[in-house]
Structures are given as structure tokens and as C-alpha cells.
């Protein structure tokens, strides 16, 4: 028999998916990019966290309408960042140059937004798995 993943639990995968993303986004540009194992950082972050659009159709209707847009409006910044701030990477130096770049501030600033934003969906998962 194949497990299945409900609704509820491949929100809840995705979620984690991108908080942790934007945890190590929310971080100073060096602890960030240790956090994400000092390798290609930038280029990574920009792909994953411009990914999330389908979490925020929220098939389980939990988010509100400010989680929505705080997490929209991460996305955009982020994608909207240019390739020289996100430039590909194996050296970890350069994946801190990358994150140090002034094109990040306002995802970093956002970023912090985002997990207040999204901390009683945090609480909630936590339930979810306890």
C-alpha cells in the first residue's frame, strides 16, 4: 500500500520548505550563507523562495490575506534581483559577497516580516505533526 499525502500535510511540506529558506534569508549575510552550507547561497535562495507561489494558493485555507501578501511581496523582491547579486557560486566567499550585495536588504528586512507574519501558521504546524 502507498502512503498518500493529504492536502493538509503537502502544505505543511512546502512550508517547511520555505521557511527554512527564508530563516537563513532573514539572517546577516554570512550566517546565512553558513547556514545554507556556504555553497551557490544566493543563486539557491532566488530559485527556491521565487518557487513558493503554490504554497500561497493555500489549499487548506489557513493563511490570511496579510500572510499572503507578505509572502508574495517576498517574492517578488526576490525575484526581481539581479543576476550579478546571485551570481553561481562553489566558493563559499563569494556565496557571502553574493549575500552581502545591496540588491538583498530588502529581502532580508522582508524575510524578517515574513516570520512574524507567519509565525501562528508555524504554531499551527507544529500541532499538525505533534
Known amino acids: 500500500m502507498v502512503d498518500s499525502v493529504n492536502e493538509e500535510e503537502s ?3 512546502e512550508y517547511d520548505w520555505l521557511i527554512g529558506h527564508v530563516r537563513s534569508l532573514a539572517m546577516s549575510p554570512e550566517d546565512c550563507s553558513e547556514d545554507q552550507g556556504n555553497f551557490n547561497v544566493a543563486h539557491e535562495l532566488w530559485y527556491f523562495i521565487s518557487q513558493a507561489e503554490h504554497m500561497i494558493l493555500d489549499p487548506i485555507q489557513i493563511m490570511t490575506e496579510e500572510q499572503r501578501a507578505s509572502v508574495q511581496t517576498l517574492i517578488h523582491i526576490v525575484e526581481a534581483i539581479p543576476e550579478d547579486a546571485r551570481r553561481w557560486t562553489t566558493i563559499g566567499q563569494e556565496s557571502v559577497e553574493n549575500m552581502r550585495h545591496e540588491a538583498w536588504n530588502n529581502a ?10 507567519l509565525a501562528p501558521i508555524s504554531i499551527l504546524r507544529e500541532k499538525f505533526y505533534a
Open 11 to 13: 502544505f505543511y511540506l
Open 108 to 117: 532580508r528586512v522582508q524575510a524578517k516580516k515574513v516570520l512574524r507574519d
